[in-house]
């Protein structure tokens, strides 16, 4: 398996609503990350796990909770998020220490708040 | 920190022509780069990457030049192919070596 899942693949919510994204690899990779992109712009950085553990968070908004159950898994949740927070959210995964070749991006998870 | 940014924010050519992409980096100190192309609906996907001690890396139809004089990067694409429209991105891994910095991409469109 060499792919990154990312679930769901569209999704709509309030901006009282609470809401998961979720993220899977079996590739083994170690590190695992979560990217926004807005239309037209490149992938921002958000957070970078480290086998299991918050390594790098990009000054995000504590309205975007990430957390990681195992190392296969990585999930962002969103709490009372902004109009301005609709876009691609793109979570990736690399081998840890190995950066040959990039990331491996999954397809993303496009939200919309209203 | 670092930034990254291309010359070209969309770029059409004809099927069959060659297409060049340019981007150029600020951090003289990077020493891996590599060229993503997202396609509608889908994630960055790999290309081609090269590192700082090179200044010439060939694939399959791509070819990426650096030259970290001028701090340059560019991606060839021989004989493109309506397969190949997307959005071209490059990417700098810098001092910190869990994360690349994107940069702000070229939009390659084909004419049949």
């Known amino acids: 398996d060499t792919e990154v899942t990312q679930t769901p693949k569209h999704l709509v919510m309030g901006m009282t609503n609470k809401k998961s994204l979720k993220c899977e690899q079996h590739?083994?990779?170690?590190?695992m990350y979560w990217y926004k992109q807005k239309a037209k712009k490149p992938p921002e950085l958000m957070f970078v796990y480290s086998y299991e553990k918050l390594s790098i968070n990009e000054s995000v908004p504590s309205r975007f909770s990430p957390e990681c159950p195992n190392s296969s898994l990585l999930n962002l949740h969103l709490h009372a998020l902004q109009p301005e927070d609709s876009a691609l959210y793109l979570c990736?995964?690399?081998?840890?220490?190995?950066?040959?070749?990039?990331?491996?991006f999954g397809s993303g998870t496009r939200l919309t708040v209203v | 920190g670092e930034s990254v940014g291309l010359h070209l924010p969309t770029l059409s050519v004809q099927e069959g022509d060659n297409s060049i992409i340019n981007c150029a980096y600020s951090?003289?100190?990077?020493?891996?780069f590599i060229w993503y192309k997202q396609e509608s609906g889908k994630g960055p996907q790999f290309i081609i990457d090269?590192?700082?001690?090179?200044d010439k890396r060939q694939g399959q139809r791509v070819t990426v030049l650096l030259n970290k004089t001028v701090k340059h990067l560019s991606l060839q694409i021989a004989a493109t192919q309506p397969g190949d429209s997307a959005v071209y991105f490059c990417?700098?891994?810098?001092?910190?070596?869990?994360?690349?910095?994107f940069g702000s991409g070229t939009k390659l469109n084909v004419k049949p």
């Open positions: 090269i590192r700082s001690n090179m």
């Open positions: 951090n003289s100190a990077s020493d891996y």
């Open positions: 990417a700098e891994m810098g001092y910190n070596f869990n994360k690349f910095y």
């Open positions: 990736a995964s690399s081998p840890e220490g190995d950066y040959d070749y990039g990331y491996t």
């Open positions: 590739m083994g990779h170690r590190a």
